[in-house]
């Protein structure tokens, strides 16, 4: 199915008034391009390391909306540049011109699958449950995840510094506590590395399904993976759910902010004697995470590497 676009070019000033007077005359779901920088609340609440470089914003957005083959495309626009008209009166919108499109009707939700392809992280086999093994690795520890939509798929480079770090660390009585599970990767490539036991939390509550449903696609019982909604940085229910002193490994693929957070959280849920993997750090960020392991006196950095822009650290409890 084909659906028409049409963009207004108009003002980032205009931009909340020409998308109530868009729900106003019936349309559902538009889309709007423009060079407004996140401010600090926003970048903070997402947790973003890397900013988009915008081109300097000069005051201009664009508005799309969508129309299908059945919709009276000419009456649409009729409504549409009367709105337009009663809004000129009293704001500014700018060139207030409506270029056409086509656009092709896709399966968005699972078009990605056929970029997810099975990879190797040294003698690890990770592939998506829709592929079949590869001939020349039917001999490696497979890990069979489906990220879904919420989740990655581990090709990233700081799943893969995590993987290779449990692989040195994980022994058979390991508990292991996996914060931002997501879709529980980490955890289940301890599982199969011989870990006795995982906890995950997860802000998301799709982790719950996702990690339920890999633990399945692995043949794994998930009476040895619990997972937990919720934020063990400043949650008191899920610290204690947690549980304290318990844990070998401790490992958190998130990002730098989070994990100067959680440096002085992690301790009170490891062992002594117990490791800290982190990543999710990107290279500008190494000091700062660095800066954060050195001030609490509980965890010795053991080791740092690297691959790509990206950094794990690695720590001991004392």
């Known amino acids: 199915m084909k659906w028409k676009k049409f963009t207004l070019t108009t003002t980032t000033e205009a931009v909340d008034l020409v998308s109530s007077m868009f729900d106003d005359i019936g349309i559902e779901g538009i889309e709007i391009e423009d060079n407004i920088p996140l401010t600090e609340k926003e970048t903070k609440g997402m947790f973003i390391d890397i900013l988009p470089e915008l081109p300097p914003d000069e005051g201009v957005a664009k508005v799309s909306f969508y129309l299908d083959d059945d919709a009276d495309v000419e009456e ?26 086509e656009t092709e009707d896709k399966d968005w939700i699972n078009n990605w699958k056929q970029y997810f392809k099975p990879f190797t992280v040294d003698n690890i086999l990770i592939k998506p449950t ?11 520890l ?43 990767i980490l955890g289940i490539t301890a599982l199969k590395l011989g870990a006795k036991e995982v906890w995950g939390t997860d802000l998301d509550e799709n982790a719950i399904t996702a990690v339920g449903e890999n633990l399945e696609a692995n043949g794994i019982s998930n009476e040895c993976f619990h997972v937990l909604q919720g934020n063990i940085i400043d949650d008191p229910a899920v610290k204690d759910w947690a549980g304290y002193g318990k844990y070998d490994i401790a490992v958190a693929n998130i990002l730098a902010d989070v994990i100067i957070l959680l440096v002085n959280e992690i301790p009170a849920h490891l062992k002594k004697g117990g490791y800290f993997i982190t990543s999710g750090i990107i290279n500008m960020k190494e000091e700062a995470v660095k800066a954060a392991f050195a001030a609490n006196d509980e965890l010795e950095v053991i080791e740092i590497t690297y691959q790509g822009d990206w950094v794990s650290v690695t720590a001991r409890k004392k």
Request: glycine share 10%; hydrophobic share 35%; charged share 30%.
């Open 142 to 184: 497979l890990v069979q995840i489906d990220p879904g939509t919420a989740f990655g798929t581990g090709m990233h480079e700081t799943t893969q510094l995590c993987i290779r770090q449990l692989e040195k660390h994980v022994h058979s009585e390991a508990k292991i506590l996996d914060v931002g599970t997501g879709s529980g």
């Open 130 to 140: 829709w592929e079949t093994i590869p001939e020349e690795h039917k001999d490696k």
């Open 76 to 101: 649409m626009l009729r409504k549409v540049n009367e709105g337009l008209d009663e809004l000129e009166l009293f704001t500014d919108l700018g060139a207030r011109s409506i270029a056409a499109s």
